[in-house]
Every structure is written in C-alpha cells, then in structure tokens.
C-alpha cells in the first residue's frame, strides 16, 4: 500500500489527533509519495526511508502556444491596464483562504491609472464585488475549456501574479507564464516551496497588506527587476515541477515497494496488490 500524502492537514498542522491518526496510516504503508520535498521534515524519522518526492504540478505541455502579443489580448479582452496584477483561483473555497479581499481592498484605495488588476474565478460573494474598483479593477468570472486557450491567453497578458492566501497549483501556472508572484506567509499549501522570496516572487508577513502593496507596486515600477524574476520563475518551474520529474517520484515508490515486496521471507506486509 502507497499513500500519496501532504503528511499533515497543512491548514490544521499542530492538531495532536489529527497528526496521530496521520502517523499511525504513515506506519501502515509500505511507501509514501509526498507533494513537495519540504514535507520529509513533517514525517517521524523512522519513515522517512521509505518516502519519495513527486513534485507537485500541472501539465504544461497541454498548454497551447499563444501568438499573440500582450497588447493584442489586452485589447480583445477590453483590459485597458498598462501593467497587469493577475489572480486566479477558486474564489469561495474555504472561507475565502486565497485572501482575494486584501487585493480588491488594495486597487480600491491605489490612485494609478497605469495599473489594474484582473480577477479570474468562480464564486465571488456579491459582498466583493460591491467593493470592486471599476476604474482598475475587472472581474471575470470563471474562465474554463479544454483546451486551455483562454487562461493561457489571460497569463500572457499579465505582468505580475497576485495571490496572498493559499497560492496552490496557480503558483505552478503563474511561474510558467513567468509571471513572479507576490503571496502572505501563513497556512500555505505544499507548493509554496517553489517561492522563493527575491528570486522569482516575494512572500510578505500574513495579514500585512501594505507590505503586499509595497512589493507589488516595487515590481510594477521596476521593469528590469521584474523581468529578471519572471526569467527565474519560469526557469525554476520547468526545472522542479516538470511531469517527468512527478512520474519518476512515484516510478521510484513502487519499484521500491515491489522490491520489499519480493525480498519479503517472514512476516506479514500490508502491501495490496499484484
């Protein structure tokens, strides 16, 4: 038996019950396969010998080539923005844990006429969107197909991501486009690895919303920082959180698994399966 785990509830990560009940399902197995490789400190030493990282992403070779240039969508899409802030993401999830607040509060109170920001996603409270800036600030729903044309499109388009809560598979997404992306610490998921604070993004205190707005604006205004960064970001993705680089994590499991399977003389395994 193999358990794909995040080894810990990461938005209840000190919950003593919580944490038994995991470590007790950690001894059970024969493997682990874990999101990130900052996870093997979450796990007892005793079980760390049998745990192999499949670096958490998305397939970036479904994403298709787009041609045209960022004033072309701009302009297709009604985005009047010199420099865009992008956030995407699941908006009504979880007692809003992605923090869209702090952005749409931000471009309420920002004086710039050179600056938007662009929200993608589904489940906006009616309660946001009335506090939405019309003047930099466009909403666009949930924007989904199959073959990923549209969004590709809306990352192109966009200079910096934005999302400071719980930045998940969208930080994977940004970082392809070679957008750096802005986030808070606190409960963050198991990509937030691939941040890494001055190099392709910046990770401000939690909470702290003239902090984001700080390093926001620094990358709007400094167009040689950012393209630096944006250059990282992308070479850093592709680098840690290839499809290849998940499918040799869980390769490695098994053939671990399957090796202790055959070497197994006494005892009993609670391996299942052929």
């Given at each position: ?30 493997g682990l396969i874990l999101y990130t490789d ?237």
């Amino acid at each position: 038996m193999i358990s794909w785990t995040k080894t810990r509830n990461l938005d209840d990560p000190n919950n003593a019950v919580r944490n038994a009940m995991f470590n007790y399902v950690h001894r059970l197995c024969d493997g682990l396969i874990l999101y990130t490789d900052n996870l093997m400190e979450l796990l007892p030493e005793s079980q760390r010998h049998k745990a192999f990282i499949a670096n958490n992403t998305i397939n970036f070779e479904e994403f298709p080539q787009i041609e045209e240039s960022k004033g072309e969508i701009k302009e297709s899409l009604g985005i009047p923005f010199q420099k865009v802030v992008l956030f995407v993401g699941r908006i009504g999830e979880e007692r809003n844990r992605k923090k869209i607040d702090h952005l749409i509060d931000l471009f309420r109170g920002l004086k710039r006429d050179d600056l938007g920001l662009v929200i993608v996603g589904s489940s906006m409270p009616e309660e946001l969107k009335s506090r939405i800036n019309s003047e930099n600030t466009r909403y666009l729903g949930e924007v989904h197909e199959p073959q990923n044309l549209q969004i590709s499109r809306i990352f192109k388009m966009a200079d910096i991501s934005s999302i400071p809560g719980h930045v998940g598979l969208g930080l994977n997404q940004a970082f392809y486009w070679g957008l750096p992306v802005v986030t808070e610490e606190g409960l963050q998921p198991p990509e937030i690895c691939y941040l890494k604070h001055g190099r392709n993004g910046f990770i401000v205190p939690e909470n702290d919303v003239a902090a984001l707005r700080e390093r926001i604006l620094y990358l709007a205004d400094h167009d040689e920082v950012r393209a630096q960064l944006s250059a990282n970001a992308r070479e850093d993705i592709l680098k840690r959180a290839s499809t290849e680089g998940m499918f040799q994590g869980f390769l490695k499991c098994v053939e671990f698994v399957s090796g202790r399977r055959r070497n197994l003389r006494f005892g009993f395994s609670p391996f299942v399966g052929n």
